[in-house]
């Protein structure tokens, strides 16, 4: 859809993926668009430079001082204020919009909007449903926040009336607190699972659950809301719902659910029942327990949409031939960037990088990293450097989570300094704790933080304990030092 009231657009923020995906499915509308950030990296500058996106390295009001009338400012939820181009935006009251407010209302619009949330598997099941509504003959469009395997960009406009959006549940901008994706009006609605997490934005798992809760408000009588059947938080959301409620999972009472589930270090192959009918085998490239609920997930959201999509635009829609594409849609997907993604071989050990940083996502990471390599010692490295992996909150949690690994490296935490020493993560008790669950454990002095390049110091212990045929499992939502780079 070509939105018809905005004629320019300036992004505060440029350079991150979510703001510069977006730019750029803009600029592809017609759309002139410009912006700024503190500095832009490749592959991202490249990818502006190509598109002829004018930006600036660095933050100055003249950059947006003589901006074309009829701009509009997009401000991305890492700007705060003090920034000056915003505070020149505030002083001459400029029209500004958060990215999750200008994507719901010009990339989805009235195409029927197919949303993706929960704590854990957003991007890789709104990479796969898009691919499997491509596969199907759809021309979906999509907002995904990672770099999906399938695509160049991670955003795209809609060419035949289905948009696809990785639902973040993290807030809009500086002024506007509310959870991105209630922005997104979803005609199908995915809750994945809820936890704890973003600690920085959410006092208690109570405080998400209300956000989830108005989520789920949204998703209109006509809709469908698909919730994971394992989650009793996530059934108690739908309870209340006004909508059409369908459950996936592998549970007995799932209207979706995966039956006969066989794991090989190739993939997985599981059936899939709807309403207790046989539909058809499948098999995936992916691994893992919560794989195969992303994967259910997805292909009741494809389908449901396109169910929904044909109502609406009375188009013809086959079941069977729907099936036929989406085994087609597995065969061919790619997972996205960073998730279980094999970078590399080093010293005889295959090197994998996953942006796997909560506790749960930890231990599903590690399973399927066992499914897949069944033969090697799996060897985690991990990083503490989100705004909850940093503090107590999960002190428990992440002495249980790592059970998948035979060892485990411990980077030094990500700016303590945010928090009181009784409220940061104690990695001395976490080695303790796993060697108590005869895990060998290993950790980095918190000093070599301050160093840029501190990634080499993991490499050096890695050399030390690294034998031929090892796995080490990279686990990170940030940089890790540079040491990818590095082990590759």
Same mark, same amino acid.
């Given at each position: 859809?070509?939105?018809?009231?905005?004629?320019?657009?300036?992004?505060?923020?440029?350079?991150?993926?979510?703001?510069?995906?977006?730019?750029?499915?803009?600029?592809?509308?017609?759309?002139?668009?410009?912006?700024?950030?503190?500095?832009?990296?490749?592959?991202?500058?490249?990818?502006?430079?190509?598109?002829?996106?004018? !930006?600036?390295?660095?933050?100055?009001? +003249?950059?947006? $001082?003589? &901006?074309?009338?009829?701009?509009? *400012?997009? =401000?991305? #939820?890492?700007?705060?204020?003090?920034?000056?181009?915003?505070?020149?935006?505030?002083?001459?009251?400029?029209?500004?919009?958060?990215?999750?407010?200008?994507?719901?209302?010009?990339?989805?619009?009235?195409?029927?909007?197919?949303?993706?949330?929960?704590?854990?598997?957003?991007?890789?099941?709104?990479?796969?449903?898009?691919?499997?509504?491509?596969?199907?003959?759809?021309?979906?469009?999509?907002?995904?926040?990672?770099?999906?395997?399938?695509?160049?960009?991670?955003?795209?406009?809609?060419?035949?009336?289905?948009?696809?959006?990785?639902?973040?549940? !993290?807030?809009?901008?500086?002024?506007? +607190?509310?959870? $991105?994706? &209630?922005?997104?009006?979803?005609? *199908?609605? =995915?809750? #994945?699972?809820?936890?704890?997490?973003?600690?920085?934005?959410?006092?208690?798992?109570?405080?998400?659950?209300?956000?989830?809760?108005?989520?789920?408000?949204?998703?209109?009588?006509?809709?469908?809301?698909?919730?994971?059947?394992?989650?009793?938080?996530?059934?108690?959301?739908?309870?209340?719902?006004?909508?059409?409620?369908?459950?996936?999972?592998?549970?007995?009472?799932?209207?979706?659910?995966?039956?006969?589930?066989?794991?090989?270090?190739?993939?997985?192959?599981?059936?899939?029942?709807?309403?207790?009918?046989?539909?058809?085998?499948?098999?995936?490239?992916?691994?893992?327990?919560?794989?195969?609920?992303?994967?259910?997930?997805?292909?009741?959201?494809? *389908?449901?949409?396109?169910?929904?999509?044909?109502?609406?635009?009375?188009?013809?829609?086959?079941?069977?031939?729907?099936?036929?594409?989406?085994?087609?849609?597995?065969?061919?997907?790619?997972?996205?960037?960073?998730?279980?993604?094999?970078?590399?071989?080093?010293?005889?050990?295959?090197?994998?990088?996953?942006?796997?940083?909560?506790?749960?996502?930890?231990?599903?990471?590690?399973?399927?990293?066992?499914?897949?390599?069944?033969?090697?010692?799996?060897?985690?490295?991990?990083?503490?450097?989100?705004?909850?992996?940093?503090?107590?909150?999960?002190?428990?949690?992440?002495?249980?989570?790592?059970?998948?690994?035979?060892?485990?490296?411990?980077?030094?935490?990500?700016?303590?300094?945010?928090?009181?020493?009784?409220?940061?993560?104690?990695?001395?008790?976490?080695?303790?704790?796993?060697?108590?669950?005869?895990?060998?454990?290993?950790?980095?002095?918190?000093?070599?933080?301050?160093?840029?390049?501190?990634?080499?110091?993991?490499?050096?212990?890695?050399?030390?304990?690294?034998?031929?045929?090892?796995?080490?499992?990279?686990?990170?939502?940030?940089?890790?030092?540079?040491?990818?780079?590095?082990?590759?």
């Amino acid at each position: 859809m070509m939105p018809n009231n905005i004629k320019r657009i300036y992004f505060i923020g440029i350079g991150g993926a979510a703001m510069g995906n977006v730019a750029l499915a803009l600029a592809a509308l017609g759309i002139e668009v410009s912006g700024s950030d503190q500095a832009v990296y490749p592959p991202m500058s490249n990818i502006l430079q190509k598109s002829d996106i004018i !930006y600036y390295e660095g933050y100055d009001e +003249k950059n947006i $001082k003589n &901006l074309p009338a009829e701009t509009t *400012i997009v =401000v991305g #939820n890492a700007i705060s204020r003090g920034n000056v181009e915003l505070e020149y935006a505030l002083d001459n009251r400029l029209p500004m919009i958060s990215m999750a407010e200008l994507a719901g209302r010009y990339l989805i619009g009235n195409n029927t909007s197919v949303v993706i949330s929960g704590t854990h598997g957003k991007t890789s099941v709104s990479s796969l449903t898009a691919w499997l509504l491509e596969t199907c003959g759809e021309r979906p469009g999509y907002f995904i926040g990672g770099v999906p395997g399938n695509y160049s960009s991670g955003c795209r406009a809609s060419e035949n009336g289905i948009f696809v959006s990785e639902g973040d549940e !993290y807030d809009s901008a500086f002024f506007d +607190k509310r959870s $991105k994706f &209630l922005h997104y009006r979803p005609d *199908i609605a =995915v809750i #994945n699972n809820i936890e704890f997490d973003h600690a920085d934005i959410f006092d208690s798992l109570d405080d998400i659950i209300k956000s989830f809760k108005l989520f789920a408000r949204l998703v209109p009588k006509s809709g469908v809301l698909l919730i994971n059947a394992a989650s009793k938080i996530c059934r108690e959301i739908a309870a209340k719902s006004l909508t059409n409620v369908q459950t996936f999972g592998i549970e007995p009472d799932a209207v979706w659910r995966a039956i006969d589930i066989e794991y090989a270090a190739e993939g997985t192959t599981f059936t899939l029942m709807k309403s207790a009918q046989e539909t058809a085998r499948f098999t995936t490239p992916l691994f893992g327990e919560m794989n195969v609920r992303n994967s259910v997930a997805a292909i009741a959201a494809a *389908i449901s949409a396109m169910e929904t999509d044909a109502a609406f635009r009375n188009r013809i829609f086959s079941l069977d031939s729907a099936v036929n594409n989406i085994q087609k849609g597995f065969t061919s997907f790619k997972l996205p960037k960073r998730r279980l993604e094999i970078i590399g071989e080093w010293r005889g050990a295959i090197i994998v990088d996953d942006f796997a940083h909560h506790p749960t996502a930890i231990a599903e990471t590690l399973v399927a990293a066992k499914q897949k390599f069944p033969s090697r010692r799996i060897i985690a490295c991990f990083e503490p450097r989100s705004n909850t992996t940093t503090r107590a909150v999960f002190q428990n949690e992440l002495a249980e989570c790592f059970s998948g690994a035979s060892v485990v490296v411990f980077a030094p935490l990500n700016r303590p300094e945010r928090y009181a020493e009784a409220d940061r993560l104690d990695i001395n008790r976490l080695k303790k704790d796993l060697e108590n669950r005869s895990i060998t454990a290993y950790s980095l002095p918190q000093s070599i933080a301050e160093r840029p390049d501190w990634g080499g110091e993991i490499a050096r212990l890695l050399q030390e304990i690294i034998r031929p045929n090892d796995a080490v499992v990279l686990l990170s939502n940030g940089n890790f030092g540079g040491v990818r780079s590095i082990l590759r």
